[in-house]
């Protein structure tokens, strides 16, 4: 069985004569980007979210603007 690497050029039949540019362009759109955590990191902010009885995300996002602050301070 011989496998050959994978083709990552586009096909030639594909035809976008039809498609229309800009289709789900929403101007003013925010992009949420994702974070992404070490698992030991996670856990632990997930254990202090609910000891705290607060979201995970209201917890980090707090102690994000905390940690900038003081950045900010510094400067």
Do not use: H
């Amino acid at each position: 069985m011989s496998t050959s690497p994978p083709d990552d050029e586009m096909p030639t039949e594909v035809d976008f004569s039809g498609g229309a540019r800009g289709k789900f362009y929403r101007s003013g759109a925010t992009l949420s980007l994702p974070v992404y955590l070490e698992a030991e990191v996670q856990n632990r902010l997930t254990r202090l979210a609910n000891a705290k009885g607060v979201d995970f995300s209201t917890l980090v996002n707090a102690m994000l603007r905390k940690d900038i602050e003081l950045i900010e301070m510094t400067k």
